[in-house]
């Protein structure tokens, strides 16, 4: 490749002196200057192409060029221009349908070497290859944009990065985005205009990012897209550099000065004014030194552009360009710095996550050990409460288990009324059922006791489900407590979850039937001289008073049931004294006359003669047995032969009226219930078997409340908490599982790999960074 005869950055015309540097922008000190376009740019470049290829681009936005302009406003020939090569495709249609990130790198040749000096450009998708002819650069960018795109007339977000080496170029990164288009062609979606527009804003938005707008001389400056999209993403025009191309066809008698000097549409970078190659002279193979060569007469030639020559030319667009990105690399390089390094950290902390692997069975057995150790701490630390990353949101560990038990379950059994499910008439029944065959003068304890095992049984339930509460929070623990080193081996992990699991279900086991047993130690001994039971006498006279309260309410008054006194009057009255102790449940005694059964039939006078013994009536009609035949035959005659009653059931009966028939009596039902009308001594019995049951039921619920919560700690957490190391060490810690088990997900091993490139890029960065002087 034969050497260019002009270098396209150093035009051969003398500029003013005052024209050196455009007045917006003070001129920097030159070895400095030098200096950063050497080493800063290539290392953001090197960034660059680092976090794009691992798709962490996003992370920390570098600092860069984009062009922006509508389509056909000339980008693609300032682009050539600067490279001093054509190699972008052209065409009537959209031709930039994806990024093209373009790095230009300045090369330098030793003094020594006389050999011919060589262009090249590399693909960041085709790493290692160099592209020596332009021609295949181009087709290659059209081919790139094809397999991704196809051959309509879509776009992309997706980069396509190359970087040209070029010792006629300066350090320079610039991004060619897709020009505005107005009206969708081919297969492009109607909405266009929008999709472009949103992805240049993407890339400018960042106020790293200086914005090279371009726009053409022919066109209205003031209704340029390119400026407009700049405005948006850069209000005050800090970091706007705008572009005026096709000064040669503008109108005969205008020219582009007041544009140049930014007096149109101010910006605080100023403006560049070019001149393109046009359609013809592309077909007409005309060279982009022939059109450098024909940009330097055309200004040369036009007086109007004298005064403004460090403001005309693709040469003294690539300087501007090259020294604004410079001082805006200096200007942001300690964010930059402070960014990288945080990065830094973060990468450092990742990529202790991941470990290392070794080979050897110390080093697995080690590594294995810590895992599991890391695992039983980590349990037992969430459980305390000592956990270091507790969080300030919502109840966690251990503090779950405390709310379990004393909101959930013990709560859950203050509000249950042990008389709930009972009525008067299942009471009732109790105890009529109690008394058996005949009619006894003391309330069996019978009926109180099958009725309290009955109310102490709907214990369990509660308290078994109190249990699987706790058992579910320690699933949950169990699953907290995996360290983030676990996930890099799934064998481990799955092992780890089934050893958990199993211990669990084998503390849950024992834990349910201490509860069991608790509830049925309840059931077998009803302990009525507990100090705090309230005892048959007392519930005996506070059952009398109530009974005494309902007689004396006004006639008026609707007397209140049992159920009621059981919910008003019998929680008033006072508890009795701790030394009461009375084992009597309630004795019926002729004396209580209260208890009289008001309603019950007296029996009728026996029939006697005037004159008969009254001492022999009386004590017949004591038992309220009467006869229905008579006085006569209802005795012994005087000359003390049987009555006729005495004689067989199956002899007829002598003297008997012909007009009495015989008695036939109907069948029990095969369901018999208490039907009667309540008496009042029935009443007294309801009320005081209510009183005990929620005296004792009172005493079980107390000791249910304590022990239950303890039998859950003592079998399964503190056994877990203790034993859970143990467990891991006999099930898991075996030589001929190491290696099994201690297998590394593949995405793991890889995501290692990139962590310790990136960290290593990022370490040369802030290395060349702190060295850098200014």
């Known amino acids: 490749m034969a050497q260019p005869q002009a270098n396209p950055v150093m035009p051969s015309a003398p500029a003013s002196p005052s024209a050196a540097v455009p007045p917006a922008l003070p001129p920097s000190p030159s070895p400095p200057a030098v200096y950063l376009g050497q080493s800063v740019i290539p290392l953001v470049n090197k960034l660059q192409d680092i976090f794009s290829q691992l798709g962490s681009a996003s992370t920390i936005d570098l600092p860069q060029v984009a062009v922006v302009g509508s389509q056909s406003s000339g980008k693609s020939s300032v682009l050539e221009a600067m490279v001093g090569r054509d190699f972008l495709p052209r065409g009537a249609d959209i031709c930039t349908r994806r990024p093209l990130v373009l790095q230009l790198v300045q090369t330098v040749r030793r003094p020594e070497d006389r050999s011919e000096l060589v262009e090249w450009g590399e693909f ?3 790493p290692g290859r160099r592209f020596t002819d332009f021609t295949a650069i181009r087709k290659e960018i059209q081919a790139e944009t094809d397999r991704e795109l196809g051959t309509n007339k879509g776009i992309s977000e997706k980069q396509i990065r190359l970087k040209i080496f070029s010792p006629n170029v300066l350090n320079i990164t610039l991004v060619d985005l897709p020009g505005i288009t107005k009206v969708p062609v081919g297969d492009q979606p109607s909405d266009i205009e929008a999709r472009v527009r949103t992805m240049i804003l993407n890339y400018i938005k960042h106020e790293t990012c200086i914005i090279l707008a371009v726009s053409p001389a022919n066109a209205d400056l003031a209704n340029s897209d390119a400026l407009q999209m700049a405005r948006i993403a850069d209000p005050d025009g800090s970091r706007t550099i705008g572009v005026i191309t096709k000064l040669d066809i503008m109108d005969r008698g205008t020219d582009a000065r007041n544009f140049l000097l930014g007096n149109v549409v101010p910006l605080r970078l100023g403006y560049i004014g070019v001149v393109n190659r046009s359609q013809e002279d592309i077909q007409a193979n005309k060279t982009i030194r022939e059109a450098l060569g024909y940009e330097e007469n055309f200004f040369r030639s036009r007086p109007v552009y004298h005064s403004l020559s460090e403001r005309c030319g693709i040469p003294q667009l690539a300087k501007k360009l090259n020294s604004i990105l410079v001082q805006h690399i200096r200007a942001i390089l300690p964010d930059l710095k402070a960014r990288i390094s945080t990065q830094m950290v973060t990468l450092q902390k990742e990529l202790a996550g991941y470990g290392e692997l070794t080979d050897s069975k110390s080093g697995q057995g080690a590594l294995l050990l810590n895992i599991i150790t890391k695992y039983s701490q980590g349990f037992q630390s969430i459980v305390d409460g000592k956990n270091e990353e507790m969080s300030t949101t919502e109840l966690s560990g251990g503090a779950r288990i405390h709310y379990i038990f004393q909101s959930i379950f013990v709560k859950s ?110 059931m077998d001994y009803i302990n009525t001289s507990h100090p705090g039971f309230i005892g048959g006498s007392k519930a005996v006279e506070m059952a009398l008073q109530q009974q005494r309260g309902v007689k004396v309410l006004p006639s008026n008054t609707k007397t209140k049931d049992a159920s009621e006194w059981k919910d008003s009057g019998a929680d008033r009255l006072p508890l009795p004294d701790k030394t009461s102790k009375s084992r009597a449940i309630l004795a019926r005694t002729n004396a209580a006359g209260v208890v009289a059964h008001e309603h019950s039939v007296k029996p009728p006078p026996p029939l006697e003669k005037p004159g008969s013994s009254s001492g022999t009536s009386a004590g017949n009609s004591s038992w309220g047995i009467t006869s229905i035949f008579g006085g006569n035959e209802s005795r012994i005659n005087g000359n003390g032969k049987e009555h006729v009653l005495s004689r067989g059931y199956n002899e007829p009966a002598q003297g008997l009226e012909p007009s009495f028939s015989s008695i036939q009596l109907r069948e029990p039902p095969t369901v018999l219930r208490a039907t009667d009308a309540q008496t009042e001594q029935e009443t007294v019995e309801i009320a005081v078997t209510r009183l005990l049951l929620k005296s004792y039921y009172d005493i079980v619920r107390k000791n249910i409340q304590d022990s ?67």
């Open 708 to 774: 239950v919560p303890k039998a859950i700690m003592h079998f399964l957490v503190n056994h877990v908490k203790r034993e859970l190391h143990s467990v891991f060490i006999r099930k898991l810690y075996r030589e001929s599982l190491f290696e099994e088990m201690l297998q590394e997900k593949e995405e793991i091993a890889a995501k290692r790999k990139r962590c310790k490139e990136i960290l290593r890029v990022l370490q040369q960065a802030a290395w060349e960074l702190d060295t850098l002087s200014f």
């Open 413 to 522: 059994l203050e509000e249950v009324d042990p008389c709930d499910d009972l009525t008067d008439e299942d009471i009732r029944t109790a105890i009529q059922n109690a008394t058996g065959p005949k009619n006894v003068l003391f309330v069996p304890e019978v009926p109180f006791e099958v009725l309290v095992r009955r109310q102490i049984a709907r214990l369990l339930e509660p308290s078994l489900q109190c249990a699987r509460f706790i058992y579910d929070e320690l699933v949950k623990i169990s699953h907290r407590s995996e360290s983030y080193e676990l996930q890099r081996f799934p064998v481990l992990r799955r092992r780890i979850e089934e050893v958990v699991a199993n211990f669990l279900r084998e503390g849950l086991a024992p834990a349910e039937t201490m509860i069991g047993h608790l509830i049925e130690m309840e």
């Open 124 to 126: 960041l998708h085709i």
